[in-house]
């Protein structure tokens, strides 16, 4: 079982310039901005990848390991945000909600910007 140490590494960039944002923004709309830091965020996808590329370490597979790993992300959101159980599942719907829409306007973006190009 061999570490790829630049993959993980670099997933962890890509993760942290990605999901950060998005976790810290859901964040301060439901707890305030208080509670919510953005190195709060940064930490808990750092741990949150880490903890995951651990399971895959391991290969810890199934819908077992995708529980138990939703259940960590969970965990993470509720310790650093300091909020319950239920406010850290908004929070992380809502992130995948604003990633989801910033997503979409910038596909919008690339797509205008190719087709002005032609």
């Known amino acids: 079982m061999a570490v790829n140490l630049d993959t993980l590494l670099i997933e962890l960039v890509i993760k942290i310039i990605i999901l950060a944002p998005a976790l810290w923004i859901s964040g301060r709309v439901l707890v305030g901005k208080e509670k919510a830091k953005f190195i709060d965020a940064v930490w808990i996808i750092i741990l949150g990848t880490l903890i995951g590329g651990i399971f895959s370490y391991f290969e ?9 790993q939703l259940v960590i992300w969970l965990g993470l959101v509720k310790h650093f945000f300091d909020t319950g159980w239920l406010k850290a599942f908004v929070i992380s719907v809502l992130a995948v909600i604003i ?7 910038l596909g919008l973006v690339g797509l205008g910007l190719s087709l002005a190009l032609i």
């Open 60 to 68: 810890i597979i199934g819908i077992i390991a995708l529980i138990i």
């Open 99 to 105: 990633l989801v829409v910033v997503g979409f306007i």
